[in-house]
């Protein structure tokens, strides 16, 4: 199968602290990640795809200097929310393209994490 | 914009019977269309997907349909299991340079009753 863990699951920070939350492909290597948030209710939305080697390319909206994304091997990319607020507190999840798996009649080759619910006070 | 929507928050099934789960998108660019399951605490889980070529795909009690020209497509579950309550996401890809960026819908709690 293909497992994407995230660490850590949960996390409570005071405002104005970073966070760091990391994404691991464990059973693959990914040259594309992709990080999600999902709010209360709301439907995942993309924030940013993460690749390897290469700087993150972001949605629209949303700001490149406050989620800094590092993609620095195969399997691992990471997500820093700088100078967090209580605005920011919400549900980040990643997911991996495993090109190993690529079924390009199904698309079924993106392989989620668990998600980290950040909290900020 | 929510490009993708799913207007039902939640469906209550009794088990054995039929759940339809429905979803609307308005991006034409859109070419390809995912349904995912989550549980709580946990990611989506893929379960079936369907390309806009096609306007049916089945896999084994799972069945995706889709009319491009209403712009909608559903999730067809039959038997409904207890196993099946659960979140579903419905997700729409555009191909080219957009390949693996998905959007989401807000997503149907399903609830299969015994």
């Known amino acids: 199968g293909a497992v994407v863990s995230q660490h850590p699951s949960w996390v409570i920070c005071k405002s104005g602290t970073s966070v760091k939350i990391e994404c691991r492909s464990l059973d693959f290597q990914a040259t594309t990640m992709f990080w999600y948030r999902q709010f209360p209710k709301q439907s995942l939305m993309l924030m940013a795809t993460?690749?390897?080697?290469?700087?993150?390319?972001?949605e629209q909206g949303v700001e490149k200097d406050k989620f800094l994304i590092n993609h620095a091997s195969l399997t691992l990319s990471t997500l820093t929310v700088t100078s967090a607020h209580p605005e920011d507190s919400s549900f980040y999840i990643c997911?991996?393209?495993?090109?190993?798996?690529?079924?390009?009649?199904?698309?079924?080759?993106?392989?989620f994490g668990p998600g980290t619910r950040l909290t900020v006070l | 914009d929510q490009q993708v929507k799913q207007n039902s928050p939640s469906l209550s099934v009794q088990e054995g019977r039929i759940s339809i789960l429905n979803c609307d998108y308005t991006?034409?660019?859109?070419?390809?269309f995912l349904w995912y399951k989550k549980y709580p605490a946990e990611g989506p889980t893929f379960l079936i997907s369907?390309?806009?070529?096609?306007d049916k795909n089945e896999d084994g009690r799972f069945t995706v349909f889709l009319n491009k020209s209403a712009k909608h497509l559903s999730l067809h579950i039959v038997p409904s299991q207890p196993g099946d309550s659960a979140v579903y996401f419905c997700a729409a890809a555009a191909g080219g340079t957009s390949y693996g960026k998905l959007t989401f819908g807000q997503g149907t709690i399903l609830t299969v009753h015994p």
């Open positions: 993460s690749n390897e080697g290469s700087k993150a390319t972001y």
């Open positions: 991006n034409s660019m859109f070419d390809y």
């Open positions: 369907i390309s806009s070529i096609k």
């Open positions: 997911s991996a393209l495993n090109p190993g798996l690529a079924d390009l009649t199904t698309r079924g080759e993106q392989f």
